[in-house]
């Protein structure tokens, strides 16, 4: 909200005609828009919460200097400054040099102490909320989840960073589908045991690619398809050779603020299509989780409440 004296500010220049100014955002904000953007690695990312944390000091540190206070190399420094759109780190340099002076001169007051972990949360509440957006028309999803049903057997795919993605649907699939196969190991592992399942009669696979994207997992939904399955992908990116090659893909942002990617977003979805799972058939649903629970009671696998 702008200030009395900004106001009284904008008024007269209305009044006389003339443009005012968008007030300048504060350089935590600015950094943050500079390196949100572009797709970073792990270590480019320590990179950028280095200078997130300590711009009017890191602006006029050589590429030495940030290299050591960062712990990576002098090449990963030039890399990040090319990742964000810089020519060079001295380009880069240039730009962190304009921004802290901004802040330094009694420009906009700057944050308080930049809480990266609840830009974080921030950041996956906006992924959320486009999430609950996609689900206004869910009849992909629905669609979706009656195919992976009627898949027998249902093969599920996660390489990589998209194990534990690919788990968990797993671990729950199982409760409702009689049989599902999961694949987290690539190559000709991954491509036997996709044979295989098509060879058992299986139509679908649903495959989960995180970022960064492994060729390990293109490779694996190429194979896929040329053995005559049909691949659901659900993913970062509603745009590239992953979703190229896959017969439905479902994007949906994964949280980026920190060092490494949080899945709350592509979590929720995987819920979703197993719910549309359960739908599909109630009956064998229900027959199914009865039968798994007489079992868990009788072979005590959980606690009591």
Do not use: C
Not at 9 to 14: D, P, V
């Amino acid at each position: 909200m702008p200030s009395p004296q900004q106001a009284r500010a904008q008024a007269s220049a209305i009044t006389s005609g003339k443009a005012v100014p968008a007030a300048e955002a504060a350089p935590t904000s600015r950094l943050r828009e500079l390196f949100d953007g572009p797709r970073l690695s792990p270590g480019q990312r320590r990179i950028a919460q280095y200078l997130i944390e300590h711009i009017t000091e890191a602006a006029f540190l050589s590429i030495t200097e940030l290299a050591d206070r960062v712990g990576v190399s002098q090449p990963s420094v030039t890399r990040f400054a090319a990742a964000v759109g810089f020519s060079g780190y001295p380009a880069l340099r240039e730009k962190l040099q304009s921004i802290a002076l901004s802040s330094l001169a009694g420009g906009p007051g700057e944050e308080d102490r930049a809480n990266e972990l609840q830009a974080a949360v921030d950041a996956e509440i906006e992924n959320l909320e486009n999430l609950r957006r996609d689900f206004a028309d869910p009849d992909r999803v629905i669609h979706v989840g009656r195919e992976l049903s009627r898949s027998t057997p249902l093969t599920v795919l996660g390489l990589r960073i998209s194990v534990s993605l690919a788990e968990y649907f797993g671990y729950a699939a199982r409760r409702i589908h009689p049989d599902v196969r999961l694949v987290t190991r690539g190559g000709s592992v991954a491509y036997d045991a996709l044979l295989q399942s098509r060879e058992a009669g299986g139509s679908w696979v649903l495959a989960f690619a995180m970022p960064r994207h492994s060729q390990e997992t293109l490779h694996a939904v190429r194979v896929a398809r040329g053995a005559g399955l049909k691949v659901a992908l659900v993913t970062d990116l509603a745009l590239g050779p992953l979703a190229d090659e896959a017969d439905v893909t479902f994007a949906t942002g994964t949280g980026s603020r920190l060092v490494f990617d949080s899945y709350a977003a592509p979590g929720v979805l995987a819920a979703a299509l197993l719910q549309a799972m359960t739908d599909a058939d109630p009956e064998r649903t229900q027959a199914r989780l009865e039968k798994y629970e007489q079992l868990s009671d009788q072979h005590q696998f959980f606690l009591k409440d």
